[in-house]
């Protein structure tokens, strides 16, 4: 049996949360807003131009007190100065996590083995970023010698998630000149999708991989590569094929020359690397400046997650909020809703942040849990979603815990206007709800059977719980923020839970399994499976 600490549901704080839970269940946040005037004023927090209201939850100043102490008995705040000074927590793979020194400025230090490990992750920032700054000006040439034109990211999951939707968060930021595409999927739709939008002998391929062993990524690499050869001989690889990977011999094995491999650190994981040196395809896309602000908001919400007290430490609250309906109301799952075009792959992103991170059932330590961790994220652009399935939010059975990201953006313009002005109302919304008095005010103009027949359907119970982000503009500076804030929140979660955020020993199961099953697909022995993959193979085999 493994070494096993106190798990923080065996802790008194845990059974005060249960009953705290029950005896306000019930209560509506249109009242607790009704009660106190000044609820948003002590339930909002800003960090330059990101405000973080949380005042629509059902919460009270007892629940954040009670929620702070879970935290602390956690000792959340020893394994957040743990997790910074690159203490090796994550256990199973022996490793530290130190994807916040990604985005250290230059000067800072930070000591691993008494050495300070910032001077070498800068020079590899620093190489990237004029690798970037040498493709954007068209320095580094094709094998034509003209300067390129497309870049096309290979990689999946953490090597394409969280940059490919930072640089369509940063659309606006990029250079016109240099169109960057990302494929991820093995299906041969999405690299053919690509291909037909570029000139393959104008193209910069970047193979992301921090393994460089991810099946997906080698085949579609390995058909790019081929198809290139069509067009331009053996030699011209070395100038059109980059890698960001922390395998470098597989890398330079592929046939990558060494200069042109970008090296990710070990304690970088992947979905916690879109600061790192997998944010190429970014610098490509935006530049220098846009990505070093981009770094450097990270950074900001790093210093304050890092330093401020729990009651206003923005991913404090956000992880603790999540964690209350998560765990002691047991909503299964959480959204993320972005108010803004630009933003639509950032719930992917989050997604795999998130559920890949706490979706364990297993201590760090190896003791089963039996409790509600990780929630299943989901979500959509709004408006979009409105008309997709805020009526469930409305009236549905389901508590659905939302994020709102919404954007000031360009004050006055009518779309813009009309976007912000549907965010606040749907949170306020769900929040109120309607009372009854509401409705048959609204029907008054029908006749008394009419009115009856209606109410019932026309109810909106309200108290659905969201958090408005409400960020000035969608710059790198504010992205940066964004992105971090959502990396901490998960740890904070991870970390009164007792897991591990930083392993993911369950996507293995499968891809062992496909390997197995792969080469059964095309050949006629016989499958030992059970029958339903047996009669699934059978009938794979048999169509023609
Ligand atoms: O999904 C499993 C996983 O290992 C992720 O953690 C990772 O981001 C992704 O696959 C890609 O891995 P690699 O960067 O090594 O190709």
Known sequence: MAFTKMLINETPIWAKLNLHQKSTQYFKMRNLFAENAHRFDEMSEILGGFLFDYSKNRITEETLNLLIELAHTAKLGEQMQKMRQGEKINISENRAALHIASRLPENAELLINNENIVPKIQAELNRALLFAENVRQGYLKTFAGEPFEYVVNIGIGGSDLGVRACALALRKYQNSNIKVHFVANVDKADLDATLAEIEIEKTLFIVSSKSFTTPETLI????????????????????HFIAISNNIQAACDFGIAKDNIFQLNEWVGGRYSATSVIGLPLMIAVGEEHFRQFLSGANQMDEHFFTAEFRHNIPVLAGLIGLWYNTFYRSASHAIIPYAHDLRRFPAHIQQLDMESNGKKTSQYGDYLDFDTGSIIWGEEGVNCQHAFFQLLHQGTRLVPADFIVVVGDKGDIHQQTLVANALAQTRALMAGKTDAEILQELAHLSAIKRDELLPQKR????????????????????????????HKTFVQAAIWGINPFDQWGVEYGKALAKDIYPKLSNSCDTDYDSSTNGLIAFYRKCE
């Open 220 to 239: 579609n690499a390995t058909t790019a590569k081929k198809l290139l050869l069509t067009k331009l001989p053996e030699k011209a690889i070395s100038q």
């Open 460 to 487: 909106f119970d309200g108290n659905q719980p969201t958090n408005t982000i409400l960020l000035d503009e969608l710059n790198p500076f504010n992205l940066g923020k964004l992105l971090a804030f959502y990396e």
